[in-house]
């Protein structure tokens, strides 16, 4: 299955990991509100890797499951990883200024959500859209 | 099936199938077949024990064919397929106890064993026939529901009315909204009134997905009004606490419209002659 | 990349025809200010028809334009905000309260033109 890598160092990567995934997201056949939401989602998770971890690894790729297609986002970086992951899913918690709705709008965005995140180490988010 | 059983099976044909017959009218009653004709009923009966006794002596496979074109039209004549798995149930007992009768305990366990996997083979069939009808059924239910799914009407320039009839899951949620914005920009639409009379209930569920639409259309560019508020609904959202105050709301799509003008400018005027 | 900052009369004209990178989206943010301050603008609107997408970031320098503008004294229309891209904000909770909206251009200029006379 293909998958495609961006490594995420500046905000440029920002743009490149957006633009992978609104690639990938047509070719699986998402309609263009469900690119919109896929794009975004990359959006605020990269942006999330460059604010907080500063190098990080965006990878999407198509998945195909049982009788369902979909395409898969993952993020992961050896940052300082998130303290409190209860509080950084809720609505209007930020710690950069911005509008606290980047990690809960991504989960709402997806149809799937997995955070993993210790203290020190890093942080690995798996979010999945799956084609109606 | 070994040919020994299978020889067994075709010397005791007739004992089988009448004491089928005859036990089966048991699991009728259960059923609520009583109202098909006996004639009918027991025509079809017969029919399906020859089928299943005749994969005996022809192989599984020319029964399959039969046996698919049988429950298609059984399903057609709405026969539960629980009435059809009992009936194999009972057709198993049936068939056990009468090989069994003179065997004197000789190859039992074989016979047993021969004669479980050829029914089980005919009740895979059976549900799958079923299962397969059923899952048509409901895709073309979906595919129904998805046609019904709120129109956007355009009633005056910049005005336009969609009217919501039937329960709304999350799935015609998504759609409603995206019928609703693609519609108000290819209408340019001003004002959108969204009519609920035909709603018959407003949950939680069902308040979140029409206030999102309505943020969505100011987004656009556009505003909403919700009509169409019965006075059970009424009661519902604010006993629910569900807050519609950002909202604007009528009561009747009249209403509703006499808003919508003033809020584009313009009025009706009964021409003087 | 700049977006080009185009004057009409007392009002400021935006079609962003490029996708908002971070840096772009605040040099905008910049320029935007800075010719208001220039042209003493009264109302401003931008045009986000070629817009395929919105994140929360583009979001809030967006609504961060509007108050800006408001506080010099500048109107802020937002125009031709796309389906798909409205119900991405909505999913996200991004809901702009306090933003005018409007269809397009012309509707845009339309209701400027109504809230400064009104």
Same mark, same amino acid.
């Given at each position: 299955?293909?998958?495609t890598? $961006? *490594? ?6 920002? =743009?490149? %990991?957006?633009?992978? +995934?609104?690639? &990938? ?6 309609g ?31 998945? $195909? *499951? ?6 898969? =986002?993952? %993020?992961?970086?050896? +940052?300082?990883? &998130? ?28 149809d ?21 | ?19 089928w ?26 029919e ?6 005749n ?33 194999l149930?009972?057709?198993?007992k ?20 021969e ?13 799958n ?70 709603v ?36 519902t ?37 | ?34 010719k ?33 503008s ?6 802020v ?33 339309e ?8």
């Amino acid at each position: 299955m293909s998958q495609t890598c $961006v *490594e995420v160092r500046s905000e440029w990567s920002i =743009v490149a %990991a957006r633009q992978a +995934g609104r690639t &990938i997201a047509k070719e699986v056949g998402f309609g263009s509100v469900d690119q919109a939401r896929i794009t975004t989602a990359i959006s605020e998770l990269a942006r999330n890797i460059y604010l907080y971890a500063k190098v990080g690894e965006i990878c999407i790729e198509k998945v $195909v *499951e049982a009788n369902k297609v979909g395409v898969k =986002v993952s %993020a992961s970086d050896n +940052g300082p990883g &998130i303290k409190d992951l209860r509080r950084v899913m809720e609505d209007g918690y930020t710690t950069s200024g911005g509008l606290g709705a980047g990690l809960p709008g991504v989960k709402r965005l997806m149809d799937e959500f997995l955070i993993d995140s210790k203290e020190g180490e890093g942080t690995k988010i798996h979010a999945v859209k799956w084609l109606r | 099936m070994k040919p020994s059983v299978a020889k067994l099976i075709e010397t005791k044909r007739e004992i089988i199938s009448e004491d089928w017959l005859k036990k089966v009218e048991e699991v009728r009653r259960e059923h609520h077949l009583e109202n098909i004709s006996d004639h009918v009923y027991t025509n079809t009966n017969k029919e399906f024990v020859e089928i299943i006794l005749n994969a005996v002596g022809q192989g599984q496979e020319s029964c399959d064919e039969q046996l698919s074109g049988f429950t298609e039209r059984l399903i057609q004549l709405g026969w539960p397929l629980s009435y059809l798995t009992r009936g194999l149930q009972t057709f198993r007992k049936v068939i056990l106890d009468t090989l069994f009768e003179d065997q004197e305990g000789k190859g039992d366990f074989e016979i047993y064993y021969e004669v479980e996997s050829w029914v089980d083979e005919i009740v895979n069939t059976l549900v799958n026939e079923y299962s397969g009808s059923w899952e048509n059924t409901v895709f073309l239910q979906k595919m129904a529901l998805k046609e019904l799914s709120a129109p956007l009407i355009p009633v005056f320039e910049h005005i336009s009315v969609m009217p919501l009839i039937g329960t709304i899951d999350t799935e015609r949620a998504k759609l409603i909204m995206e019928n609703l914005l693609n519609g108000v920009i290819e209408h340019r639409s001003q004002v959108v009134l969204i009519d609920i009379t035909g709603v018959p209930v407003v949950d939680t569920m069902v308040a979140n997905h029409i206030i999102q639409a309505s943020e969505a259309v100011r987004l656009v560019g556009a505003d909403c009004i919700l009509v169409g508020i019965r006075p059970e609904i009424a009661q519902t959202i604010v006993n629910l606490g569900i807050d519609l105050s950002k909202f604007p709301t009528k009561s009747t799509l009249k209403k509703g419209i006499a808003s919508a003008l003033e809020m584009t400018q313009k009025k009706i005027v009964k021409i003087e002659n | 990349m700049r977006i080009p900052i185009l004057k009409l009369k007392e009002y400021l004209l935006v079609s962003v025809q490029i996708e908002l990178d971070d840096q772009t989206a605040l040099q905008f943010q910049e320029d935007i200010l800075n010719k208001i301050h220039e042209e003493g603008s009264r109302g401003v609107v931008i045009d986000l028809t070629s817009v395929d997408f919105i994140d929360s970031f583009i979001a809030k320098v967006l609504g961060d334009v509007v108050d800006m503008s408001n506080l010099m004294g500048a109107k802020v229309v937002l125009t031709g905000i796309q389906p798909a891209v409205a119900i991405t904000l909505v999913d996200m909770g991004i809901l702009m309260h306090g933003v005018p909206t409007a269809l397009d251009l012309e509707q845009g200029l339309e209701k400027l033109q109504q809230e400064l006379e009104g």
